[in-house]
């Protein structure tokens, strides 16, 4: 989580240069807590909150550590900072122009919010203590028209938002870059992985079809020069039908370059050979179109998936 936690320095490290954004910065690192302390596990974080209270006029004394632990064993470390939310009484979301918006959301990140990167996508959640809190916080990502959800978690009140669009829209109104950058960096990502996985799937289709339509094609020449058909046939099938025997393996466009003739003339060759080569119901079959005589090649557009084009 080095990434998540380099984005919260990031947060850390913006100093509004406005007392009404401090302030409201302020509120929300204390949006979250519900008591009169302040309590987090990032020094910086700390940090921020005694330098915003100090900024506003309030008295902070020292933080301290404490090692609390609900669970047998060493606990975690946190620092709590002497800090009420009431005494912030005078700042409220309805009134704060866009500015203190966003400042406030940047604290709430900062006091309750959690940020990961992992291989299946982003996520960030508000952990708060309690409903109200939740519920407000909600309504003000709503406000600024970024989707949140919510839940419950060992009785805590998780306010959190899924998807790429809603997460970089949060950190554009935060101001954090870095998280923004690695959004970016993940989607491209994505988007060249699938591209690759499309290609890859055509062009094992066009393999495929190229395999089994040489197959036909050699199979039905060979009947040809079995029951004495082939050397009666015009000059061009029988030029086309050596070539195909020489590279059973090349695909029509190499065959056509060889032959020195259009890619549609041998195609039109090749299928005059399979329609001549096989039995009655093989030919009804092929005249029919229930079967596919030539390699057309598959394409790797949309979907997902290599579809073949018939001709």
Not at 85 to 109: K, T, V
Not at 194 to 202: E, G
Not at 262 to 287: F, I, M, Y
């Amino acid at each position: 989580m080095q990434l998540a936690g380099d984005v919260r320095g990031e947060l850390a490290r913006i100093h509004p240069a406005r007392a009404c954004c401090r302030r409201a910065e302020l509120a929300g690192l204390l949006h979250g807590g519900g008591g009169a302390t302040f309590r987090t596990l990032d020094h910086a974080t700390a940090r921020t909150a005694v330098q915003l209270a100090s900024s506003v006029g309030i008295s902070v004394p020292p933080p301290r550590a404490s090692s609390e632990s609900r669970s047998p064993g060493p606990g975690r470390h946190h620092i709590v900072v002497a800090l009420d939310a009431r005494e912030l009484s005078g700042w409220s979301w309805p009134d704060a122009p866009a500015c203190d918006r966003r400042s406030f959301l940047r604290g709430a990140l900062l006091g309750c919010g959690s940020i990961s990167f992992s291989a299946s996508g982003p996520h960030v959640e508000f952990v708060l203590r309690g409903a109200s809190a939740a519920r407000a916080l909600r309504e003000l990502l709503g406000a600024l028209e970024v989707r949140a959800l919510s839940g419950q978690r060992r009785g805590r009140h998780v306010v959190y938002l899924k998807g790429q669009e809603e997460i970089a829209a949060l950190f554009r109104l935060v101001g954090a870059n870095r998280g923004l950058l690695e959004l970016e960096t993940q989607r491209v990502g994505r988007d060249v992985q699938a591209r690759l996985n499309r290609l890859l799937n055509a062009e094992e289709a066009n393999l495929g079809r190229t395999v089994r339509a040489a197959d036909r094609q050699i199979t039905a020449i060979r009947r040809l020069e079995a029951d004495g058909t082939l050397p009666r046939l015009p000059s061009a099938l029988r030029e086309t039908a050596a070539g195909r025997r020489r590279m059973p393996d090349a695909d029509l466009d190499t065959l056509a370059m060889a032959l020195g003739a259009s890619r549609s003339a041998v195609n039109h060759r090749l299928r005059r050979l399979v329609e001549l080569g096989s039995n009655e119901e093989e030919a009804d079959a092929d005249r029919g179109g229930g079967r596919q005589l030539e390699d057309e090649p598959a394409h790797a557009g949309g979907g997902g998936g290599a579809r073949a084009r018939r001709p």
